[in-house]
């Protein structure tokens, strides 16, 4: 499913637009190993203030549903609790909380007082409650209701996220962003660069390498300790996998269907429209008037069906990421596009094409494919994916409960792992050796490193892997060792033949820019080092090429983007050393007035966010935070 969504991501890369993943911010945090002191309601405890499990439960189904929204736009509602699961929508639950309740201790400490009426005055300044211009209370309880959300939760909620509002106002009171920093930031970002390389890859220099007996031995004696083999340990153990605790927890109709009347939007498909679009971009020194004759020229040939679709846009398109598949983009809803792109394609019929229409990208040209009306999928058709999901859930609160729970029997009646298994119907297996660097799945490093520090037959666990819970016991422990150059003698002249190769290949690719540096022309100097000459137009800080991998490079990009038309220098990649030249920088004065608002608005939303961030950074070490097993 997360390769399916990049994908996609990627695919729609030209105008998809899906903010609220902003809100979700990423981290881990250490699961606490019983016995629990927080109270059996508490899920979640930031410093003083505690987040019962109710409320963690309502805070995960809206991440979910924001989610299963986004699956159902993607994929119209073909998507399985697996999906789900690997999105890890709980910790990103619990890193909002966390976040969140710390900034509101934060507040509280700093004197902010937030009022009945101040959240009064915020829900009535809501235009989304407003009915004829004025608020209407009516209007706002019924969205609420619309929405399965309880008036109390609602105020409460916006009365946290005043507090901090009025946080952030006051840590961004003296936040500004100066016209130069405005333009400096354009012509980093926004400059378009030409520019000339070569390549020395050392797989051309292997053939000068040369390698006896000598020159190996000496090579392992320096790298001796790249060769060392690590400590390893094997394990016996036994997993507590999800679906054992799923077999015990039952699911009524009354629940699954309970669920499916309070959760409708998870269940509801909206219009979608499959399409193909030809973009055209604005080149350099083309005017508007041209850019859209050129789409009206390509429109004309479609409708007079000279050319085909899909053969117009491999021919015309600038889209790189659709050009190639005949512009095709897929089914896309009214939320994960433009709206001047939507409104453009809404009214066609199937097999229509658009008349060229502009959009700050370019010119495009759309072909309606086929249109899926919207729908909400009937119960009786996600009756069983419900009911796995709600069992699925159910056994998660009491997973690791069990999974303890026959850890403490296997340690207080001194059982061996394969009794325990004999007495709750799991299997014993056991481990290929493994080491902390390289772990076999289901182990972690952190379990690894769990045994290695302590004695051989200690019962270790539960602790949780992409398997389930597992409960441990290190059988056997091999010391770390060097092994004889006779062992490694292969690897190690495979090892020294890519070490010299990559020197001369350096070594050629620094003479190559010394003599460039003093005024050599690159065209010449290539004949002289028998390389072939590059070149890459129209490069920006944010359109990497493959053809020049350092483009890749974010510290070599912002060396080309911070110097002046001229520069000269040397990057690596893979074994291969790339020198180049920068041979013209463009700055576009009328592309930055048309950018400038919101490059300022980009850059003072950087700042706040890092303030943002280094507060919640630093109250996270200063504020004690526990998160219940349970979870």
Same mark, same amino acid.
């Given at each position: 499913?997360?390769?399916f969504?990049?994908?996609?991501?990627?695919k729609?890369a030209?105008?998809?637009w899906?903010?609220a993943?902003?809100?979700?911010?990423?981290?881990a945090?250490?699961f606490?190993?019983?016995?629990?002191?927080?109270?059996?309601?508490?899920?979640?405890?930031?410093?003083?203030?505690?987040?019962s499990?109710?409320?963690y439960?309502?805070?995960?189904?809206?991440?979910?549903?924001?989610y299963?929204?986004?699956?159902?736009?993607?994929k119209?509602?073909n998507?399985t609790?697996?999906?789900?699961?690997?999105?890890?929508?709980?910790?990103?639950?619990?890193?909002?909380?966390?976040?969140?309740a710390?900034?509101?201790?934060?507040?509280?400490?700093?004197?902010?007082?937030?009022t009945?009426?101040?959240?009064?005055?915020?829900?009535?300044?809501?235009?989304?409650?407003?009915?004829?211009?004025?608020?209407?209370?009516?209007?706002?309880?019924?969205?609420?209701?619309?929405?399965?959300?309880?008036?109390?939760?609602?105020?409460?909620?916006?009365?946290?996220s005043?507090?901090?509002?009025k946080?952030?106002q006051?840590?961004?009171?003296?936040?500004?962003?100066?016209?130069?920093?405005?333009?400096?930031?354009?012509?980093?970002?926004?400059?378009?660069?030409?520019?000339?390389?070569v390549?020395?890859?050392?797989?051309?220099?292997?053939?000068?390498?040369?390698v006896?007996?000598k020159?190996l031995?000496?090579?392992?004696?320096?790298?001796?300790?790249?060769?060392?083999?690590?400590?390893q340990v094997?394990?016996?153990?036994?997993?507590i996998?999800?679906?054992?605790?799923e077999?015990s927890?039952k699911?009524?109709?009354?629940?699954?269907?309970?669920?499916?009347d309070?959760?409708p939007?998870?269940?509801?498909v909206?219009?979608?429209i499959?399409?193909?679009?030809?973009?055209?971009?604005k080149?350099?020194?083309?005017?508007?008037?041209?850019?859209k004759?050129?789409?009206?020229?390509i429109?004309?040939?479609?409708i007079?069906?000279?050319?085909?679709?899909?053969?117009?846009?491999?021919?015309?398109?600038d889209?790189?990421?659709?050009?190639?598949?005949?512009?095709?983009?897929?089914?896309?809803?009214?939320?994960?596009?433009?709206?001047?792109?939507?409104?453009?394609?809404?009214?066609?019929?199937?097999?229509?094409?658009?008349?060229?229409?502009?959009?700050?990208?370019?010119?495009?040209?759309?072909?309606v494919?086929?249109?899926?009306?919207?729908f909400?999928?009937?119960?009786?058709?996600?009756?069983k994916q419900?009911?796995?999901?709600?069992?699925?859930?159910e056994?998660k609160?009491?997973?690791f409960?069990?999974?303890?729970?026959?850890?403490v029997?296997?340690?207080?009646?001194?059982?061996?792992?394969?009794?325990? &298994? =004999? $007495?709750?119907?799991? @299997? !014993? %297996?056991?481990s #290929?050796?493994?080491?902390?660097?390289? /772990?076999?799945?289901? *182990?972690?490093?952190?379990?690894v490193?769990?045994?290695?520090?302590?004695?051989?037959?200690?019962?270790?666990?539960?602790d949780?892997?992409?398997?389930?819970?597992?409960?441990?016991?290190?059988?056997?422990k091999?010391?770390?060792?060097?092994?004889?150059?006779?062992?490694v003698?292969?690897?190690?002249?495979?090892?020294?033949?890519?070490?010299?190769?990559?020197?001369?290949?350096?070594?050629?690719?620094?003479?190559?820019?010394?003599?460039?540096?003093?005024?050599?022309?690159i065209?010449?100097? &290539? =004949? $002289?080092f028998k390389? @072939? !000459? %590059?070149?890459? #137009?129209?490069?920006?800080k944010?359109? /990497?090429?493959?053809? *020049?991998?350092?483009s890749?490079?974010?510290?070599?990009?912002?060396?080309?983007?911070?110097n002046?038309?001229?520069?000269?220098?040397?990057?690596?990649?893979?074994?291969?050393?790339?020198?180049?030249?920068?041979?013209?920088?463009?700055?576009?004065?009328?592309?930055?007035?048309?950018?400038?608002?919101s490059?300022?608005?980009?850059l003072?939303?950087?700042?706040?966010?890092?303030?943002?961030?280094?507060l919640?950074?630093?109250?996270?070490?200063e504020?004690k935070?526990?998160?219940?097993?349970?979870?």
């Open positions: 499913m997360l390769d969504l990049r994908k996609n991501l990627r729609f030209i105008f998809l899906i903010a993943l902003a809100f979700i911010v990423g981290g945090y250490l606490v190993r019983g016995p629990f002191t927080m109270g059996s309601n508490t899920a979640i405890q930031v410093g003083n203030i505690k987040i499990f109710p409320e439960e309502k805070a995960y189904n809206n991440v979910y549903k924001f299963v929204q986004l699956l159902t736009q993607l119209g509602g998507f609790d697996e999906d789900i699961k690997k999105l890890n929508i709980k910790q990103k639950t619990i890193d909002m909380l966390v976040n969140r710390l900034l509101l201790e934060e507040a509280k400490k700093e004197g902010i007082k937030v009945d009426e101040d959240v009064l005055k915020a829900i009535e300044s809501n235009p989304a409650f407003y009915y004829n211009g004025k608020f209407s209370k009516e209007k706002y309880l019924a969205i609420l209701k619309a929405n399965g959300i309880n008036p109390k939760d609602y105020e409460q909620s916006l009365k946290i005043l507090y901090i509002d946080l952030k006051k840590l961004f009171k003296n936040v500004k962003v100066s016209d130069k920093e405005v333009r400096d930031f354009f012509i980093k970002n926004y400059t378009k660069v030409d520019l000339k390389f390549r020395f890859s050392a797989e051309n220099f292997k053939k000068d390498v040369k006896d007996e020159v031995r000496q090579f392992y004696n320096k790298n001796k300790e790249k060769y060392r083999v690590p400590t094997r394990f016996e153990y036994m997993v996998p999800l679906k054992y605790v077999k927890v699911i009524t109709d009354n629940q699954t269907k309970r669920f499916y309070n959760h939007n998870y269940f509801y909206p219009l979608r499959r399409v193909a679009h030809i973009l055209l971009e080149k350099d020194n083309m005017t508007d008037k041209q850019l004759e050129k789409a009206e020229k429109y004309k040939m479609l007079a069906k000279k050319i085909t679709f899909k053969e117009a846009a491999k021919k015309f398109s889209d790189n990421m659709t050009k190639n598949v005949g512009g095709e983009i897929g089914y896309v809803t009214k939320d994960m596009v433009l709206k001047k792109f939507w409104d453009h394609i809404v009214h066609l019929k199937k097999g229509e094409i658009s008349k060229p229409f502009k959009t700050k990208f370019g010119y495009h040209i759309v072909l494919e086929d249109i899926q009306k919207p909400e999928r009937p119960y009786d058709k996600v009756k419900i009911k796995q999901y709600l069992k699925t859930q056994a609160k009491k997973w409960i069990v999974a303890d729970k026959i850890f029997d296997i340690r207080d009646h001194h059982l061996s792992l394969k009794q325990a &298994a =004999k $007495k709750y119907g799991l @299997k !014993v %297996e056991t #290929k050796y493994m080491s902390l660097k390289n /772990p076999l799945p289901p *182990f972690t490093s952190q379990m490193q769990n045994a290695l520090l302590t004695t051989k037959g200690a019962l270790l666990g539960p949780l892997s992409s398997s389930g819970y597992i409960i441990y016991k290190m059988m056997d091999k010391a770390s060792y060097i092994p004889k150059f006779d062992k003698k292969e690897q190690v002249k495979k090892d020294y033949i890519e070490f010299k190769s990559t020197q001369l290949a350096e070594k050629k690719a620094k003479q190559f820019l010394d003599e460039l540096k003093k005024g050599g022309n065209e010449k100097l &290539a =004949k $002289k390389v @072939k !000459v %590059e070149s890459v #137009k129209g490069l920006t944010f359109t /990497p090429v493959d053809r *020049f991998p350092c890749y490079k974010e510290k070599v990009m912002e060396q080309i983007f911070s002046k038309k001229g520069y000269k220098s040397i990057c690596s990649f893979k074994g291969s050393y790339y020198v180049f030249e920068v041979e013209d920088k463009r700055f576009d004065e009328k592309e930055f007035k048309k950018l400038k608002k490059i300022r608005q980009q003072l939303a950087q700042k706040e966010n890092e303030i943002v961030d280094n919640i950074a630093k109250l996270k070490k504020v935070i526990k998160i219940n097993p349970k979870l």
